[in-house]
Nanobody, 116 residues
Framework: QVQLVESGGGLVQAGGSLRLSCVVSGLTFRTYPMHWWRQAPGQEREFVATIGRTGTETIYADSVKGRFTVARDNSKNTLYLQMNELKPEDTAVYYC?????????WGQGTQVTVSS
């Protein structure tokens, strides 16, 4: 079955950096666009970034543009999110997601906390 496992979250001071990873199994990773979303306490889950199959196409939410970079290594079935210049408002649980026909698959999430 499809599995997504995130890692790399933690506590960081404002202005710091973190790199999240998402290891995917159960599907042909290189054939799917991949996505990062996040959910802050008491708020709805929101889109963060998308990367195309080959990694050459990326889309970012305005709130992270210029600070976050999404990347993938198709040889390792792994998705990444490099987060720089972190702000307290980036505090959230971060999820990776893949969409197959008729279904969305999510990881369990990794907590990112940015202190001011």
């Amino acid at each position: 079955q499809v599995q997504l496992v995130e890692s790399g979250g933690g506590l960081v001071q404002a202005g710091g950096s973190l790199r999240l990873s998402c290891v995917v199994s159960g599907l042909t990773f290189r054939t799917y666009p991949m996505h990062w979303w996040r959910q802050a306490p008491g708020q709805e889950r929101e889109f963060v970034a998308t990367i195309g199959r080959t990694g050459t196409e990326t889309i970012y939410a305005d709130s992270v543009k210029g600070r976050f970079t999404v990347a993938r290594d198709n040889s390792k079935n792994t998705l990444y999110l490099q987060m720089n210049e972190l702000k307290p408002e980036d505090t959230a649980v971060y999820y990776c997601k893949v969409h197959q026909i008729g279904s969305d698959f999510w990881g369990q999430g990794t907590q990112v906390t940015v202190s001011s």
